[in-house]
């Protein structure tokens, strides 16, 4: 841990905004946990909590906990492998739907895995409902965690489309069969809601090819060499059917899910990070601040690309300090700590990952406190 601020003894403003701490806490969690932490070394100061994320799971959760009076309406789906489930989008105030693909078609929702088989039907059914909800005035959907590669075409099929054979037919579930695509029938789709549809992602694969959607992410969801193959020719021939701009930034998120949506639904594709910061008012939140806390799971060379770390960098006045479950160590980090006030692990505080781990609120309640007393200095005994 290091700082370069002078300690003060005067009521401080303080923004922490983190994302979560993947499978540990929640953006919320971690963000109550590091202000109870600083409140028992600083307890005057102003301490505001912003909750981020960056179109991946556990999006929609962190909206809503920033945001005063949304509510999560719960909705009975389709999961990834067939069976039912029970999943819930959020609606916010201002009527924004925000629909997370994770909940209802995310990996490990798949009792095994089926990459040629794997759909995104549930996704569309929450989809579907957030659309014709009479409060809903626009979408933002957040497509991180899929457990499919089907372009899409299980949502777009629960919101009214039909994708058809040489002979007519109707093609089975999953991204395999798209191989056999010859057409789609929209004349059922549902509009989406007047004030459309953004899909968050903070992934910024094109659809195809060797950094597309099958070949990047087809091995996660189980899929060998000739899988991935089968599932780059079936998007390709999707693409082929379909039209669209399959190499745009972001087109093979969720499997290629984004460049379905942008194709057939006029979805607009935005990176996630400043997407949701822009939601729960991170800048409203940034004004007067003294320092910034942000924070995630694992700080890595990707951490300030596209991420919430480096949007929360980016978009800070003041001094920004990291606590992070843990550091990456690289000459190439050690460079970019620098830029930071303060920084701390929960690996080091707790003195080991396991015991990080067994307890990661109480380690990020001890690494507020900890950057209290480095940045600023305790005013409590």
Known sequence: ????????????????????????????QACTAIAAGWHSARPQDDVRCVPLADGGEGTADAIRDATSGSRSIGCAVTGPDGRDLTAAWVLLPDGTAVVELAVASGLPLLARADP??????????????????????????????SASTDGGTGALRALGARFLDASGAELPPGGGPLTELVAVDTSELIAPPPGGIEVLSDVTSPLTGTHGAATVFGPQKGADADGVALLDAALTQLA??????????????????????????????????????????????LVGADLVITGEGRFDEQSLRGKVVGHVVDSARCPVALLAGGILDSAEIELVLDGF???????????????????????????????????FGRTSS
């Open 240 to 285: 082929a059917v379909i039209g669209g701009a399959p190499d745009a930034a972001g087109a093979g998120a969720a499997g290629g899910s984004a460049f379905g949506l942008a194709t057939l639904w006029g979805a607009r594709l935005r990176p996630g990070a400043p997407a949701v910061a822009e939601i729960v008012g991170l800048a409203d939140a």
């Open 341 to 375: 006030v303060a920084t701390a692990t929960l690996v080091g505080l707790a003195g080991s990952l396991d015991a990080a781990l067994d307890d990661p609120q109480h380690w990020a309640m001890i690494g507020g406190e900890a950057l209290a007393d480095s940045v």
């Open 116 to 145: 040629s088989g794997a759909q995104t039907i549930g996704f569309g059914q929450l989809l579907r409902a957030a659309t014709l909800h009479p409060d809903t005035r626009r979408i933002v959907a957040t497509v991180g965690g």
């Open 1 to 28: 841990m290091s700082a370069d601020t002078d300690t003060a003894t005067g009521p401080r403003t303080v923004v922490i905004a983190p994302d979560s701490f993947k499978g540990s806490m929640s953006a919320a």
